[in-house]
């Protein structure tokens, strides 16, 4: 088998698996309370590392401008998200993380791990190790400077 066929083949199993995993956690997240999709445990994550304006948000997570509005907009009113003027330019409107919206990623991100950690139990500590290695090697993959989208 050559390279480029392998590659492939284990691409295609990346493919299978990532809808999954993201089912079964969006199907985790609809059952805390409050209710939280996929989409907001994101954007929480992407504010925690800095301020972001709608646009950089929207092209961060693949959405268009509205669907990322309308996300905003909900997550505001849950008081998770602010929206401030930007300093350097008035007319950007940046988008923070709250106290609360920290607090409800640390809650919702253990409450994942946890159910996670539960689905894993039945494995062996010989594939707990590999699966460990694997998902180095897939982060490394994707944290590529050059594959932001």
């Known amino acids: ?3 480029t066929n392998n590659n492939s083949q284990t691409a295609a199993q990346v493919v299978e698996i990532v809808p999954l995993v993201m089912r079964i956690v969006a199907a985790e997240l609809r059952q805390t309370e409050p209710s939280l999709i996929p989409a907001h445990l994101g954007v929480l994550f992407l504010l925690t590392q800095q301020p972001r ?3 950089q948000l929207a ?3 693949a959405v268009s401008l509205p669907t990322m509005s ?3 907009s909900k997550m505001a009113q849950e008081g998770w998200v602010t929206r401030t003027r930007a300093s350097h330019d008035r007319r950007v409107l940046l988008i923070e993380i709250t106290p609360a919206g920290e607090a409800v990623l640390d809650e919702m991100s253990g409450y994942i791990v946890r159910k996670v950690a539960q689905i894993l139990d039945p494995l062996s500590a010989a594939e707990l190790d590999t699966l460990r290695a694997g998902l180095v090697i897939l982060r490394r ?3 590529h400077d050059d594959l932001i989208l």
């Open 1 to 3: 088998m050559n390279e």
């Open 53 to 55: 304006n709608l646009s």
């Open 59 to 61: 092209e961060l997570q």
């Open 70 to 72: 309308n996300t905003i």
């Open 141 to 143: 993959a994707f944290t």
